[in-house]
C-alpha cells in the first residue's frame, strides 16, 4: 500500500549478533517452562525490551523513551504539545508496536529450534515496527479486538490500525509539526 507512514524502525548496532545470541539464550531458558506460556511470553518480551528494542531507539527521544522521528499520532503529538511537564503515568503516550509483541515472540518460541543468531537479528529488524500513539487511540485498537491480534489481511504493518479505522493520514513524527 502506498501513502501509509513509514514505520518508525529500531538502529543497527555493532553488537546485534551477539545481542541476537544472547536473546536466543533467553527464549531457549523460558522454553523450559512448556506449561507456562504466560510466564515465557512475559519474560522473553521484557527481554527483548530491555536487551534489544530499548538500546536501538533512536535521538532525539522525548521523556527518554520516544524517539521523535517514528510515526506519531496526531493525538500523541498533541498530548504532548498540551503537557509539557511530566505528570503521573507519563503524558499519556503509549510506544506502539505494530506488530503485538506477544505474536512475535510466540512465533520465535515455536521455531526456536531452527533459529540462529544472523537470521533473528535480520527478522527483529524487519518484524519491530513503531509508532507513539496516545492511549485513547490504544483504547480504540483493544476495543477493536486488534490489541493482541492482526487482522486477516495483508495490508502489511498498519494492518491493525486500517482494521480500527485508525485513520494514518496524520501520522507522522513529533519534529515534523
Do not use: C
Not at 75 to 100: D, F, K, N, Y
Not at 157 to 165: F, K, N, V
Amino acid at each position: 500500500m502506498t501513502g501509509l507512514p513509514r514505520p518508525g524502525r529500531l538502529l543497527k548496532l555493532s553488537t546485534d549478533e551477539v545481542d541476537a545470541e544472547r536473546f536466543l539464550a533467553i527464549l531457549r531458558a523460558v522454553a523450559l517452562f512448556p506449561h507456562q506460556r504466560s510466564g515465557q511470553s512475559r519474560v522473553a518480551r521484557e527481554a527483548l525490551w530491555f536487551f534489544w528494542t530499548a538500546p536501538r531507539l533512536p535521538r532525539p527521544r522525548i521523556l527518554g523513551k520516544y524517539p521523535v522521528a517514528f510515526p506519531w499520532s496526531a493525538l500523541a503529538r498533541e498530548q504532548v504539545r498540551e503537557s509539557r511537564i511530566r505528570r503521573p503515568g507519563g503524558m499519556g503516550l503509549v510506544m506502539e508496536h505494530l506488530e503485538p509483541q506477544t505474536l512475535l515472540v510466540t512465533d520465535l518460541l515455536s521455531r526456536l529450534p531452527g533459529l540462529d543468531a544472523v537470521d533473528l537479528t535480520e527478522e527483529l529488524h524487519d518484524r519491530l515496527t513503531f509508532a507513539v500513539i496516545s492511549r485513547a487511540d490504544d483504547t480504540r485498537l483493544r476495543d477493536a479486538g486488534f490489541n493482541s491480534r492482526m487482522p486477516g489481511t495483508s495490508a502489511g504493518p498498519w494492518a491493525r490500525y486500517l482494521a480500527s479505522g485508525i485513520d494514518l493520514g496524520d501520522f507522522r513524527p513529533i519534529d515534523a509539526d
